[in-house]
Structure formats: C-alpha cells, structure tokens
C-alpha cells in the first residue's frame, strides 16, 4: 500500500448533516435523544473514509466529545491534515453544533 500524495494543511471539504433521530414514546417525539459515542465515532469515521476513498484504512482514532448533540441537531464537520509520512495520513477533525464543539479528534488513515 502506498499513501497518496497528500500535502499536510490540506483541508477536507465542510460536511453538515442533520442530526434527524427521533424516539418515539407513543406519538410523542423525545425531545432529549443524544448521540452515543459509537455514533459520533462512526460520523467522524465516515467523514474522513469518505474524503480518502473507497481504498482508505482507519489505523486509529482518538476524538473528545464536547457538548452533547441532541435529535434535530445540525452538525458541521470540519478536517485538515496534520500529518503526513510514507504509510499514515493523519487528519484532525471537529465537529460543530450551532451551541458549539461536539468532538474534536485526530483519525490515522492509510491506503
């Protein structure tokens, strides 16, 4: 395998996506549905193995959750590159909602 050319500061294009999760208690939607961690992990994931191709690996993460998203949310996800050597693209992402940071973390990429 060997790692495309990528330049370190090179930005993933901005993605915003609706949190539209709904639970249903009856007919009544609630109101206070989170995001676990397993979804943000897999958002993030997402994010960036969309960026790098179908030919792309996760070789690690590591992301911080911030503030907690909720059904209805909008979320913007953001990336650059930070790092870059023979095997690892390493690329740096936040998540925003409009009442600010959801995650924050780094993804280890290679093709």
């Known amino acids: 395998m060997r790692t495309p050319e ?12 609706s949190a539209a999760l709904t639970a249903r208690q009856g007919s009544a939607v609630a109101a206070d549905v989170q995001l676990t961690m ?3 992990m ?3 994931e997402s994010y960036v193995t969309d960026w790098a191709g179908p030919d792309a690996f ?3 993460m590591n992301v911080k959750l911030g503030r907690p998203a909720h059904a ?10 930070v790092g870059v ?12 909602l409009a009442e600010g940071v959801h995650a ?8």
Request: aromatic content about 4%; some cysteine; hydrophobic content about 40%.
């Open 6 to 17: 990528v330049p370190t500061g090179t930005q993933l294009p901005r993605l915003i996506l």
């Open 38 to 40: 397993l979804t943000t």
């Open 42 to 44: 897999d958002l993030v």
């Open 58 to 60: 996760i070789r690690g």
């Open 72 to 81: 209805g949310d909008t979320i913007t996800f953001t990336g650059v590159v």
């Open 85 to 96: 050597t023979t095997e690892i693209v390493t690329v740096e992402v936040c998540a925003r």
């Open 104 to 111: 924050t973390g780094t993804v280890r990429v290679s093709w």
